[in-house]
């Protein structure tokens, strides 16, 4: 199981950019922040609450199964974002973990593209 951590609901994003853009903190300006939920979730845990989300409007998704291949050049095996520059200086405090972000995401897809 590879923990990733690339993914971020984009209300945590949009979250860390209003507040980037309307601090009066001198010393958060002009800075590079890492912007995550914080936690790690293996490619195995997206697979299932992406398959979770799907297999009751989509009864076929209750058969998939993931595939494993070998790792390429240049994966990032294992990733976790340092997060407490944002929260130290801009209060950044992310809202929506992968689960969460993946519910609310969910039943916008499968409402509009259905």
């Known amino acids: 199981m590879t923990p990733s951590n ?8 949009v979250q860390a950019n209003l507040l ?3 601090t009066e903190k ?11 939920f914080g936690e790690c979730t293996t490619l195995n845990e997206l697979f299932n609450f992406i398959k ?3 297999v009751d409007s989509h009864l076929s998704a209750k058969d998939l ?5 070998d790792f390429r050049t240049g994966d990032v095996r294992h990733s976790l974002a340092d997060i407490s ?3 130290g200086l801009i209060g950044y405090q992310p809202q929506f ?3 969460a972000g993946l ?12």
């Open 85 to 87: 520059k944002a929260q």
């Open 20 to 22: 980037a853009a309307t």
């Open 65 to 69: 199964e993931s595939t494993y291949r």
């Open 26 to 36: 001198e010393k958060a300006a002009n800075q590079v922040y890492n912007i995550a």
């Open 52 to 54: 979770e989300r799907v």
């Open 97 to 99: 973990c992968v689960r």
């Open 103 to 114: 519910d609310k995401a969910a039943k916008w897809y499968l409402k509009n593209l259905s």
């Open 6 to 13: 690339g993914i971020c609901f984009i209300d945590n994003c």
